[in-house]
């Protein structure tokens, strides 16, 4: 909540003709989240300084970060946060509307000053630094140095030894102070990269505005612009295209089947092959696999599954079902199941996809999985893909699992041990193949289990 | 004046053409809401009872309606004309889905009598060439009744003997709640006399007459086939059953031996033979005896109030009390899947697993090698005649009793598989709005939080069979009128002596992570569970905590052949919320103990400068304070650990044993397990300190807010006051009160309501703070686990006790204020 900046151009104190804040006074101002005091603790001819300090009140601030749902979460960062002590977008909206003529490059006294790079050192004690801030200062022309703050104070080993997430930031350079002021009101929230208030389209003119001059030759202006915008892509594509006119407009260029693609693709060649009419898809998320069922009218009943709601609502969305024609309409639906528990509703479907799904399960709870999917619901064919664990080792800097929720992740005989469980127990046949690029020693990225119901002897 | 028997359970049709008194009929005999009158629903559909055009709905709609009321067991009497066959077809099939009998009351009164009424009705409009067209149809339909599935038709002639018709109610056969035995019901005997001799005289039967002690004995059916003397089995039983010592039901070697005896063509297969061959040798006034004897057999009962149901297969819940055709099948046969097994056995569905009724089923059919209870039904046929024994359930003690089989009779088509209980749950089990009755009060739980319920439990948490209790949140202690505090020990005692606690013992309060740990000797299903029910570390760790768990309570003399469940605290905080505390709270306090420095220099400059700050120089500098003794407050619950060294667990609660709850036991008991804990291996287990406060006795109250500024001045969390009586404690009216609340120290709460919280405006603020909500699910949660812990105890089916973990989990989920 404190930033100052010096500047040591000749006579320094005309620094407050530019700031139109006189350097003898104090100043104070009221601003939504507390007081913006503006204060010079230095006003020489030779060196001027001043301070920006907002006093935030908490008790203005709403819930600003995003709150988790889950019950283990941290539901109290609404009432013990950061915000009084370290720089962010609460202190560029006050640096805003305490310098509004300073950040527009006007000075009534000063005009040819105004519009004159000048030598400035910027001082930031305390920022919530996410990502680089050389890189980010640096293009502009500034020499950067950050110092890492320290968590506590503390030896080596104790849990609260190493760096917190803050910098002491320290910029110097020669530039019009317009600019310096505009870069850090985009900047520092774009470090600290949590906003405080809702962001809504009209940010984009203000990031334009604020932008002016330097954002469009930024090497990371993708990276401003995302983030300025709380991570609203289409704001962000918007803010780009406006920002570079002249660039025809970004075309995506076909890129190389992802694994994910080449995996929903195998599912969907199984799917077809095995002659399926009505399937399941277990573990649904954002129904990525759904889309491609969709589309394909040999489907006449597709249900996706999910234990999240969230992506349920999710998959929803991206799939526009509340826009689905009426005849349409019951082909696809989407329901609140949990694989650990046996659901009535999944029984009688020609088939069930499992992707990459079983290896988000603690080991303990596959059974209950194994029961509820091919002892319970037991569809004709069931499709699993899950990773081959050997084959991490091909993925560079790739250290432990895939994913920070996989549970495990299974060498080929592993998954296969597992396959031949389930025929046993179930009465299923199972034929196993992998997915992407497959490796002479290690095998295949995504291993794939197509599981049949063998058909009844007509005995 | 006739009376006209009707089942206790039916639906009872009205036949009889417009104007022949039926509504009448019906508001003589039966209660408003047991009438659904065509009219009526025509009425509700179109705004006009006589609007035939709306009929087909109105039906739909009445046929609706009779549904839930037989899915109920609620008779039903529907008031239409019901004149023509697939009118009354629709009734019959609703009665059939529900497995009620169907029954006409057809009543007859001349054209001209009706006439006269239809006339005398201004809304009636119709010609008389109707009445003589329904006419012509009643008595078409009069001999199809019986035909169409009617149980019972009952023929009421002429306007006076309707007027005149009273209803007498009668019990279905299988009805014999009234019996409330104690009973001894016994598995298939299939011929085995002898075996059945020594069984029933180890139950105290004596050779003839009846039970000293007033027993019955209730056979599950299957008494004959395969075995050595089948008649000899029939006659005892039939002489018991004559002698009023023993009820009977069938099984369907009964079944197809009466069909044998009737002359009917039968497989001779599965020991018919052998009982026929049997039976030669007796006197054909006893194969008579028996012919009459299985067909007077009822395919099962309901008894003892309703708590017990008796089937030869087993009995679904839809299906109890009921009767139809496809009961009686269920209860002999079962259900089978369609498929067939390896031995060319026919596969039977799982019905038990599916199980969610609230009376025990007993039955037999299935030989297995020892019963076993699954939701709340038990198999008795430990087959016998295969060689393996002859058992006998006692109820309602649940004492089984059983004698060997004296060799193996009958090689068995495949061989006798232990049924491994199937603990699988239903999703129905869990999901959706729910309505839970938990014996300690009811609650509904949303269907929202059931969704945000079952993500948790079912993506992070242990099985169900592992998690049998979660621990309830903790309300605080009201709000604090002390001077500079937010809570504060004086409001803790009267929010207890308010609640009728004499005695209640303060207990320090660990800060770290809630931890339930369930230990047994032998190791096996012993686990570790947060608050949310989630395993604490990997795997191994858990296994070598667990592993010194175990050998304390063992050196400890507290764990002997089952299994303990404890309510702990794992210490230190960091060990488990170490990511956490880094993130947050630890970041909180760099960032302002950095920040503010750099302020209060700007400022000295300023002032240096000769301008006026000093109001804004304060602020900062009680900033700085407070953030210093925000970071201290977290500080204290910091402490490098590595692996498990540095771990420690406070054990307060012994919350449960096997087969018994321990919410009856006071907090001295409680914490005396601890403390032999803590002495038998001090570097695991803290000791939790406490102190026992009479609330009469202002001296006593007056230490222990000594005691507790002691223990938060020095860093600790605060104190929970608990009942001295412990978990299950009552107010005087036996409700639950709170098991404890918390009262937590002053430096404590910075990390809770902000570094800032002790500025009296802030603290003005925060005394608005409303406890009614957390209070609410405190107790609520508390009761759900008491609840489990009972249900635990008396061996509940696993859906029994997941529900209310469950609950627990998804009472979580509702929008409390985080800070409480």
Redesign the interface.
């Known amino acids: 909540?404190?930033l100052?900046v010096t500047t040591t151009h000749r006579p320094a104190t005309d620094l407050g003709y530019l700031l139109v804040k006189h350097p003898?006074?104090?100043h104070a101002f009221d601003v939504p989240t507390g007081t913006a005091?503006v204060?010079?603790?230095?006003?020489t001819e030779d060196r001027c300084t001043v301070?920006l300090?907002l006093?935030v009140d908490?008790?203005r601030l709403g819930g600003g970060r995003k709150q988790q749902?889950?019950?283990?979460s941290?539901?109290?960062?609404q009432?013990?946060?950061?915000r009084?002590?370290?720089a962010s977008s609460l202190l560029a909206s006050a640096l805003a509307k305490v310098f509004r003529s300073a950040l527009r490059g006007e000075s009534k006294d000063r005009p040819s000053l105004a519009a004159t790079p000048i030598p400035l050192e910027i001082h930031v004690?305390?920022l919530?630094c996410k990502g680089d801030p050389v890189a980010l200062f640096e293009p502009l022309g500034w020499t950067v140095t950050a110092r890492a703050?320290?968590?506590?104070d503390v030896p080596e080993?104790?849990?609260?030894a190493?760096d917190?997430?803050?910098v002491?930031l320290n910029l110097t350079g020669t530039l019009r102070l317009a600019d310096a002021l505009n870069q850090l009101y985009v900047l520092l929230p774009v470090l600290d990269d949590a906003k405080h208030y809702w962001v809504a389209p009209d940010e984009i003119d203000k990031l334009l505005r604020s932008g002016e001059g330097w954002l469009a030759a930024h090497p990371l202006k993708e990276l401003i612009a995302r983030r300025y915008l709380a991570h609203r892509r289409a704001f962000a594509l918007t803010a780009l295209e406006r920002l570079s006119p002249d660039l025809p407009p970004v075309v995506m260029k076909p890129r190389d089947p992802s694994l994910a693609d080449l995996r929903r693709d195998a599912v969907l060649a199984a799917l077809a092959s095995s002659g399926a009419s009505r399937v399941l898809d277990l573990g649904c998320g954002g129904g990525a696999l759904l889309a491609g069922l969709i589309k394909d009218m040999r489907y006449t009943e597709i249900v996706g599954t999910d234990?999240?709601?969230k992506a349920l609502d999710l998959a929803h969305k991206r799939l526009h079902l509340d826009n689905v024609p009426s005849r349409q309409a019951g082909r696809v639906t989407l329901w609140?199941?949990?694989?650990?528990?046996?659901?009535?509703r999944l029984k009688g479907f020609d088939a069930a996809v499992l992707m990459e799904v079983i290896e988000?399960?603690?080991p303990?709870?596959l059974p209950?999985l194994e029961?509820?999917v091919f002892?319970?619901a037991r569809p004709t064919t069931v499709v699993v893909t899950t990773p081959n664990a050997e084959y991490n080792v091909l993925y560079e800097g790739l250290s432990g699992m895939r994913h920070s929720d996989h549970r495990f992740e299974w060498g080929r005989s592993s998954f296969a041990a597992w396959t031949d469980r389930i025929c046993t127990t179930y009465g299923y046949n199972a034929a196993l193949s992998f997915v992407g690029n497959v490796d002479k020693s290690v095998g295949g990225s995504t291993q794939m289990a197509i599981f049949t119901l063998p058909r009844k002897d007509e005995s | 004046m006739t009376e006209i028997d009707i089942p206790e359970l039916a639906l009872v049709a009205l036949v009889g053409i417009s104007g022949s008194g039926k509504s009448t009929f019906a508001r003589a005999n039966f209660a408003p809401t047991q009438v659904l009158s065509s009219d009526y629903f025509r009425g509700l559909i179109a705004d006009d009872e006589n609007d035939q055009s709306s009929s087909a709905d109105a039906f739909d709609v009445l046929h609706y309606v009779a549904a839930k009321r037989l899915k109920a067991g609620r008779l039903t009497v529907v008031d239409a004309t019901n004149l023509q066959s697939h009118a009354r077809a629709g009734l019959v099939k609703v009665a059939r889905e529900h497995d009620v009998l169907p029954v006409a009351v057809v009543l007859d009164v001349s054209e001209s009598v009706a006439w006269e009424r239809t006339q005398s009705r201004p809304d009636r409009t119709f010609g008389k060439q109707v009445l003589t067209r329904m006419h012509r149809d009643l008595r078409r339909s009069l001999g199809q009744l019986a035909r169409e599935g009617f149980r019972k038709v009952h023929m009421l002639r002429g306007a006076e003997e309707i007027a005149g018709a009273t209803i007498r109610y009668e019990k279905l056969y299988n009805d014999r709640r009234e019996l409330t035995g104690p009973f001894d019901i016994i598995g298939d005997v299939h011929g085995c006399r002898a075996e059945l001799d020594l069984l029933l005289e180890k139950l105290g039967y004596p050779a003839e007459g009846v039970h000293p002690e007033g027993r019955t004995a209730v056979f599950v059916g299957d008494l004959v086939d395969r075995g050595p003397d089948s008649p000899g089995v029939l006659r005892r039983v039939m002489a018991m059953v004559g002698a009023g010592s023993a009820i009977c039901v069938p099984g369907n070697h009964e079944q197809k031996l009466a069909r044998k005896l009737n002359g009917r063509q039968v497989q001779l297969t599965h020991g018919l033979p052998e009982t026929l061959a049997q039976l030669e040798q007796e006197p054909p006034e006893f194969v008579q005896e028996v012919r009459t004897f299985i067909e007077g057999l009822v395919s099962h009962y309901v008894l003892d109030g309703g708590k017990l149901v008796v089937a030869h297969a087993g009995l679904k819940e839809e299906y109890q009390g009921r009767a139809s055709g496809r009961v009686r099948s269920f209860a002999l046969y079962g259900e089978t899947t369609g498929e067939t097994d390896e031995y060319g056995l026919p596969v039977r569905y799982p019905w038990a697993r599916d199980y969610r009724g609230s009376a025990a089923v007993v039955y037999g059919h299935t030989p297995t090698p020892t019963p076993e209870w699954i939701n709340n039904t038990i198999c008795l046929d430990t087959g016998c005649v295969f060689g393996g024994k002859l058992t006998a359930l006692r109820w309602p003690s649940r004492e089984l009793v059983s004698v060997p089989a004296a060799r193996e009779y009958y090689e068995p088509a495949r061989p006798l598989v232990v049924a491994r209980p199937d603990t699988g749950l239903d999703l129905q089990d869990v999901t959706g709005r729910r309505h839970l009755d938990y014996g300690y009060g009811r609650t509904t739980i949303p269907a929202e939080n059931a969704a945000a319920a079952l993500e948790v439990m079912s993506r992070f948490a242990l099985a169900p069979e592992t998690l049998i209790w979660l621990p309830p949140t903790m309300a605080p202690c009201s709000t604090a009128t002390v001077e500079g505090y937010l809570e504060h020990p004086s409001t803790a005692f009267a929010d207890m002596r308010s609640a009728g606690a004499g005695t209640v013992v303060c207990e320090e309060k660990h800060m770290g992570s809630r931890a339930v740990v369930r230990i047994s000797r032998e190791g096996s299903g012993d686990a570790i569970w947060t608050r949310t029910g989630r395993p604490f570390f990997d795997a191994e760790r858990n296994a070598a905590l667990l592993t010194r768990v175990r050998a304390a309570a063992i050196e400890a003399g507290v764990l002997d052949d089952g299994w303990l469940l404890f309510d702990t605290e794992l210490l230190p905080w960091s060990a488990k919320a170490g990511g956490l505390i880094r993130e947050r709270y630890a970041g909180v306090g760099a960032a302002g103990r950095a920040a503010l420095p750099a302020a209060l220099a700007v400022l000295d400059r300023v002032a240096a400068r000769g301008l006026d700050v000093t109001a804004l120089r304060q602020r900062m500098e009680l900033r700085a304070e407070e953030v210093a003794g925000y970071s201290a407050a977290y500080r204290a619950y910091v402490r490098p650990t590595a692996g498990l060294d540095g771990v420690t667990l406070a054990p307060f609660a012994v919350l449960a044993a096997q087969g018994v709850s321990h919410s009856d036991k006071d907090h001295g008991w409680h914490l005396d397990i601890a403390d032999k804990l803590v002495a038998a291996d001090p570097a695991l287990f803290t000791p939790t300190r406490r102190m026992v406060i009479d609330l009469s006795d202002p001296e006593s109250e007056r230490a222990a807010t000594d005691w507790w500024l002691e223990l938060t001045g020095a860093g600790g969390e605060g104190m929970v006051v608990k009942p001295w009586a412990g978990l299950g404690a009552t107010d005087t009216r036996g409700r639950l009160i709170q098991p404890g609340v918390k009262c937590r120290g002053r430096e404590y709460l910075r990390i809770i309501y902000g570094p800032e919280y002790t500025r009296p405006e802030q603290l003005e603020r925060l005394r608005a703070r409303n406890l009614g909500r957390k209070r609410g699910l405190a107790l609520r949660e508390h009761g759900l686990g008491l609840a489990a812990l009972d249900r635990v105890a008396e061996q509940a089916p696993l859906w029994k006790v997941h529900e209310l973990v469950f609950a627990i989990l998804a009472a979580e989920s509702e929008p409390v204020d985080p800070r409480l």
Do not use: K
């Open positions: 909540m404190l100052t003898d006074r104090t005091h204060l010079y603790p230095e006003a301070a300090l006093d908490p008790q749902a889950s019950p283990d941290f539901t109290l960062g009432f013990v946060n950061d009084p002590y370290a004690p305390v919530r703050i320290p968590l506590d080993g104790h849990p609260l190493g917190s997430a803050y002491d234990v999240s709601s609140q199941s949990a694989l650990t528990y046996r659901d009535d988000h399960l603690d303990a709870r209950a029961a509820s002892g319970h």
